[in-house]
């Protein structure tokens, strides 16, 4: 127990992001089910997207019983790296620009020309959204990065972004396998989505999408977006969807916040922590969430060492121009309002994917101090708090965590540690 809380919360992070191997996840899942044998003169295709498509690739490539005809692998460019025996392009996250637009050509052009014979491994996980893009016809890549942007910025939840993404997309909500049809897909999906819904993840490739059109100008509208939108995209989505079934894919889930969450609890027991019951839906606007985990806080056992472990994705609404990301804003708006609360505690938020918003930073990690050592060193926390400067404020703090490119996501992670006192 002498170990520092900050100490024990970073390994706690550590061991979910360890549980999110995309690699083991991989192998594991094709030792288990190993792909059907090719029928004479049939071609394999194998494609990774993601912020985990590297290690993803790399492990399908050793339970191959040969090299695929085709390797294609799109990845942000924090986890860019050569693999042997795979293509390997950059997109951009979190809004696609032209490298995504050119990693969705590439997809289409790999699965032009198919036959019912050949097969098809995707390797899908969180960030294909936006690193592989192919807008639909007679929308611009200009217009899709304007509506992604109006996305972020609004508060929505993923799964209602995610249906406006899908119906402005040739891959999203079951576009990939409209491209490759009739070849036979299978999907090994890594989530980043809670409630691991497969048609929210890298906005369902290979599923069924949310909804229609229809559903999402009706989305769009209620939430006083629509006028926001550009023309061409108000156009498209007045016209009616297509009358074509989404051919079916083999959709697999190997891992997930879930698994990571239920390792941290594994880990914290064996520690010798208390752990209360897990929250497994830690999402919607970051206040709320703040609030949410110090009322939990609060209500914990004072007489001995306490585990909180949270499991989520929130949301910012911005209101300013600083720099930051969920995870350092959640941080933020608990050290504020948990800076009274007695004994000894930390807590952490973060991203498994190592990169939180547009900042170097995983999230951030904070203490009874923490909000004071930021107006110490100069800053105004609630003035940078009011201009989603969360980045600027946990610097000011030396409260960020930074931990890399992980090369898996499966969202964010939240620990909650407290404890009577400090040691003695």
């Not at 094709?30 to 997207?49: F, S, T």
């Not at 079916?248 to 969450?261: V, Y």
Request: glycine share 8%; hydrophobic share 45%; with cysteine.
């Amino acid at each position: 127990m002498n170990t520092s809380l900050q100490d024990i919360a970073l390994d706690l992070f550590r061991v979910a992001i360890a549980r999110a191997d995309p690699s083991a996840a991989v192998r594991d899942q094709l030792d288990l089910h190993p792909l059907p044998p090719l029928a004479q003169g049939a071609r394999r295709i194998v494609i990774a997207v993601g912020k985990a498509a590297v290690p993803m690739m790399q492990a399908a490539l050793t339970r191959l019983p040969a090299p695929p005809s085709a390797a294609l692998v799109i990845t942000n460019p924090e986890n860019l790296c050569d693999v042997a025996g795979a293509q390997v392009v950059p997109g951009a996250h979190p809004v696609p620009d032209e490298t995504s637009a050119a990693a969705g050509q590439q997809v289409l052009r790999v699965l032009e020309n198919l036959s019912p014979d050949d097969q098809v491994l995707v390797l899908i996980s969180g960030g294909g959204s936006a690193l592989m893009v192919a807008p639909a016809a007679g929308i611009s890549l200009a217009d899709k990065a304007a509506v992604n942007e109006i996305l972020l910025a609004s508060g929505l939840e993923i799964n209602r972004m995610n249906l406006v993404r899908q119906s402005l997309s040739r891959l999203k909500g079951g576009g990939f396998c409209h491209a490759a049809s009739p070849a036979k897909v299978t999907a090994l999906i890594l989530s980043d989505v809670i409630g691991d819904d497969l048609r929210a993840i890298a906005s369902g490739p290979t599923v069924a999408p949310l909804g229609t059109r229809a559903d999402a100008r009706d989305l769009l509208q209620s939430e006083a977006l629509w006028d926001k939108l550009p023309p061409a995209v108000q156009g498209y989505l007045m016209s009616p969807d297509p009358a074509q079934p989404s051919p079916e894919a083999d959709n697999t889930l190997i891992g997930s916040n879930r698994f990571s969450l239920d390792a941290m609890k594994a880990h914290a027991t064996a520690l010798g922590w208390e752990v209360a019951p897990l929250v497994y839906d830690l999402t919607g606007d970051v206040s709320d969430a703040a609030d949410r985990v110090v009322s939990l806080a609060r209500a914990a056992p004072t007489d001995r060492p306490v585990a909180l472990l949270f499991g989520g994705e929130t949301t910012v609404r911005l209101r300013g121009t600083g720099q930051g990301g969920r995870n350092q804003e959640l941080a933020l708006r608990v050290a504020r309002a948990a800076a009274e609360l007695k004994g000894e505690w930390v807590f952490l938020s973060g991203g498994t994917d190592g990169r939180d918003g547009p900042t170097d930073a995983a999230g951030g990690i904070v203490t009874a101090q923490t909000w004071a050592a930021i107006a110490a060193s100069g800053a105004d926390p609630e003035a940078l708090l009011a201009n989603n400067d969360s980045y600027a404020a946990l610097k000011a703090g030396q409260a960020l965590v930074s931990v890399g490119g992980t090369g898996t996501n499966v969202a964010d992670v939240q620990v909650f540690l407290r404890r009577p006192s400090a040691p003695v």
